[in-house]
């Protein structure tokens, strides 16, 4: 049995996590326009993700014997000038989402609700591993000197460098 605090924290999350596939899925859509093929990518698998995410939590409620109430979900802004204004929304929206579970991480101890702390973990965990990714993915539009142009050498390679950029990332974390 979850507090009433928890519970409309992790419901709220749910709605939360399908905002997020559906801002990364309308970026995705943004890059196929764009023909960027790599950042488009990029962007699905993120909103897979998403959606993985969402689904956690959907089903950690459900074992608690918790109702998921969904809620209204705004359409995602559509129109962006180049690829770095879409990483930089998407990496601000990263930010927002680790304040979100880091209040979860927050009230389930001062609760000592020790098993949605537990739970929240991996959230705490996969959060870092994001903001990590999309610092890396600007680190790199940095040194290929990318400023946002529309077209070019420097956005082909940023292109190229996000089709794996995924892959990159959780190759690093098994090395690591
Ligand atoms: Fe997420």
């Not at 990029?42 to 998921?68: A, K, M, W």
């Not at 890396?136 to 142009?149: C, P, R």
């Amino acid at each position: 049995m979850l507090s009433d605090t928890i519970y409309q924290l992790l419901n709220n999350q749910v709605s939360a996590e399908q905002e997020a596939a559906y801002k990364y899925l309308q970026m995705a859509a943004w890059a196929e326009k764009e023909g960027l093929n790599g950042a488009a990518q990029f962007f699905r698998t993120h909103s897979q993700e998403e959606e993985e995410h969402r689904d956690r939590i959907f089903n950690y409620l459900i074992e608690c014997g918790q109702p998921v109430i969904l809620q209204t979900i705004e359409a995602p802004k559509h129109d962006f000038n180049n690829l770095l204004e879409v990483i930089h929304a998407a990496f601000e929206h990263e930010k927002k989402v680790t304040s979100m579970i880091k209040r979860i991480a927050e009230a389930s101890f001062a609760e000592q609700d020790y098993q949605t702390f537990n739970f929240i973990q991996w959230f705490v965990a996969e959060q870092h591993e994001e903001e990590t990714l999309f610092t890396t993915v600007l680190d790199k539009a940095k040194i290929l000197g990318y400023e946002g142009e529309k077209q070019g050498q420097a956005l082909y390679l940023l292109d190229q460098y996000l089709a794996t950029a995924h892959g990159n990332a959780e190759s690093a974390e098994a090395d690591g």
